[in-house]
């Protein structure tokens, strides 16, 4: 596939979790992604905006649509991006682009409280560790235990990648 293929596909998959992509040439900082200025979110209309190109990033734009769909907090409150990262991950796969998440995993930083619970053999100091200095074992730790938090906190449905903010019959957020 090429960019523009896994431009529709993702604009799809957002439409299907009940959001849209609004294609924006200028977008406001207020909205704009800290890492990225062709992307932004208004996280209340569920919108994500892209200025596309065609080099653009397309986990990037993964990482936008966990904070629309799998965080119950505004972007600018949410403590850590951790929490849905599990999500990411799923998306990803449904996007075909799991070897792009991961080679973008590599420069992540996992926080020490996870590697003190989850790989407690490999960490125990006390600042967080690039996942590509992590060891196999490590890694492959991280690796199951976001696929596993993310079916428990109910981020991942069958595999899938679902929305969180679904609306009730009373017309408020759950
Ligand atoms: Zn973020």
């Known amino acids: 596939m090429d960019n523009c293929d896994y431009i529709a596909l993702y604009c799809k998959l957002v439409e299907a979790l009940g959001g849209k992509v609004r294609p924006h040439s200028n977008i406001p900082e207020a909205y704009r992604s800290p890492f990225d200025r062709t992307m932004g ?17 397309m986990i990037g734009l993964i990482h936008e649509a966990g904070h629309v769909f799998a965080s119950k907090i505004p972007p600018n409150e949410v403590e850590s991006d951790f929490v849905f990262l599990g999500w990411e991950q799923a998306f990803a796969k449904e996007m075909g682009l ?38 196999d074992r490590a890694q492959e730790a991280i690796l199951a235990y976001l696929e596993a938090t993310a079916i428990a906190s109910g981020l991942v449905v069958d595999g899938r990648a679902v929305s969180i903010r679904e609306v009730s019959a009373a017309g408020s957020e759950l």
Do not use: M, R
Request: no cysteine; aromatic share 22%; glycine share 6%.
């Open 98 to 135: 799991y070897n792009d998440w991961l080679d973008s995993l590599q420069s992540y930083w996992i926080p020490w409280q996870v590697l003190h619970e989850i790989t407690p053999w490999a960490y125990s100091g006390q600042g967080d560790i690039e996942y590509s200095d992590l060891d």
């Open 41 to 57: 979110l208004d996280y209340v209309k569920k919108e994500i905006w892209v200025n596309w190109f065609p080099g653009t990033d």
